[in-house]
């Protein structure tokens, strides 16, 4: 079995790295309690063999997964639902109201997803998304109580990056499962004294003024920690909220400085990659401008689409 693609945390979690696009892309988490157990994010069908092989080795049978819970339903957090639930027995799926219809008849992810990527490139990186039978549904309401055999799991609705978010509140780690509504921090972005992150504004939903009000909310618990999708464990979170802050600021003012452009995309995706690139290698000792630049394209594309849609809601 490779390595590096399990990290034992505390409280009984375990972060699995999903294998999508990358190592250390996107992360989900299994969560043991008492004899059950939560599956939070799935990644994509080729995750299930690395989540399945977990639960092998720490004894944990497909009979005591509880729930199966995607903080929403963008595909490298969700993409692996139906799979996982297909054989998970016991296992109950609790999504965000406006992403349930999409789990339980995924016709129109699975023709977006193509319409953007093409056939051939959505079932290398997605496989088959299967359906999920309405009645293993619970469409998670904000402030829902889940009862994990004794362990209390909270969910908050957290529009901003996307209207289906939620994250998930750990009362017993003091953690929250983000998604993406804390933002982008990769191991690679760890330096010596300073860890890079910054927000994900991502097509098609990003809204800034949602996206600052769920961050307030989140911090509103004082955590202690962060369970990030992209990727793992964050701590002292208080020291990157302001970051996160100004940069949704930032990128607003970058999109607004493009939106008289001819396609505003080009100017926002390069100020995107100036911006981080720039602080990045200013983070990281031995990572140069240009391979930090090289390192954050794909994050800086889809931002920068993100950030084009809403100039164009917003002006609409």
Known sequence: MEQNIYTDLSEGITCIDTGYLRPQMA????????????????????????????????????????????????????????????????????????????????AKLIQGTIAVYGEEKYHRLYGDLVPVPAERVIEAEDELKLDLNGRELLIRHTPGHAEHHFCVWDQQSKGWFSGDNFGLSYREFIGNEKRHIFPATTPVHFNPDKMLDSLNLLMSYQPKRFYLTHFCLLEEPQKYVPILKQRIQEYCDIALANEKTEDPYVGIKQALLDLEGNVLADYIADMSVQSAKEFIDMDAELNAQGLKVWLQRRAA
Request: glycine share 10%; aromatic share 4%.
């Open 27 to 106: 992360a989900c988490y299994l969560v043991v309690h008492n004899g059950e157990a939560a599956i939070i994010e799935t990644g994509t069908n080729y995750t299930i063999p690395r989540i399945t092989a977990l639960m092998e080795q720490k004894g944990i049978s497909k009979e005591q997964i509880r729930y199966v819970i995607p903080t929403h339903v963008h595909l490298d957090h969700a993409g692996g639902v139906g799979g996982l639930m297909a054989i998970m027995p016991n296992a109950q799926l609790v999504v965000h109201p406006r992403g349930a219809r999409h789990l339980i008849d995924p």
